[in-house]
């Protein structure tokens, strides 16, 4: 059975009381899966920068800025993050 999108929301919550940096993406008009190749894109996108800033290898610091005017998607981060430089 699918997480209803309410219920990833109160997990995303929860995890951010928690005092945990949490990112939450959802998709209208996708599923439990990600399916379509422009939210494809955007999820990897954004796993890419999330991982490159554990690493220390960012991919493209701008990405998370174009997810807030991007159509259709909802995206929110826990806390800020500081700006990343790029070597």
Do not use: W
Not at 14 to 29: I, P, S, W, Y
Not at 46 to 66: I, K, N, Q, S, W
Not at 69 to 78: E, F, G, M
Request: hydrophobic content about 35%; glycine content about 8%; proline content about 9%.
């Amino acid at each position: 059975k699918n997480c209803l999108p309410t219920q990833s929301t109160l997990l995303y919550e929860a995890m951010e009381m928690l005092g945990n940096r949490v990112e939450h993406l959802m998709f209208r008009k996708e599923g439990h899966g990600i399916f379509k190749p422009k939210n494809l894109e955007v999820m990897y996108g954004v796993m890419d920068t999330f991982l490159g800033e554990l690493t220390g290898y960012p991919h493209d610091p701008r990405g998370y800025d174009a997810l807030r005017t991007t159509p259709d998607v909802r995206y929110a981060l826990s806390a800020e993050r500081p700006p990343i430089t790029v070597p």
